[in-house]
């Protein structure tokens, strides 16, 4: 796999309005999925492709502070059984080429298996935030996960 910066917004609109994708991820007061547009947001859209250069899906970085930033993913309904995999291989990509220390993965409390992978990729739960959203009508809290830079990748 291999990991790219991208400014395609069209492609990344793409990914995340994928309907199955779409309806796992968001709350009853996101827009319509015809309707979603990324906006010009402080984050940074990175392409995981699979060897042969198709598209399996994205993580989006937000910066935190200097050394830490909070990191979201979407993968391609088709890439649904690499996700683990390709989230291991991103980590070893995040440490080797830039100089953040931190990950945080909020993951809503409603998506076990968002949990599950974040967890298999090494990612801990560090805490649960309270939020004012619901989904389907019902409430939901998120679950920040955490990860730091191993000691073995620790840069200057």
Known sequence: MTFEHTADYGMVEMILTNPRCYRMMVSDLAPPRAE???SGGNYTP???RADDGLILGMFLLVPLTGQSAEVHL???????????EAGKQFLAWIWRETHLQ???GPVPSYNRLALRVAKACGF??????????TRD??????IV?????PAS????
């Not at 990748?153 to 200057?156: A, G, I």
């Open 36 to 38: 979603f547009r990324m």
């Open 46 to 48: 990175i392409l995981c």
């Open 74 to 84: 979407c993968f391609v309904p088709s890439a649904w059984g690499q996700v683990e």
């Open 102 to 104: 931190t990950l945080l």
């Open 124 to 133: 801990r739960e560090a805490y649960t935030e309270k939020v004012n959203a």
């Open 137 to 142: 009508n019902a409430p939901f809290n998120r």
């Open 145 to 149: 996960t955490r990860i730091e830079r």
């Open 153 to 156: 990748e620790l840069t200057q």
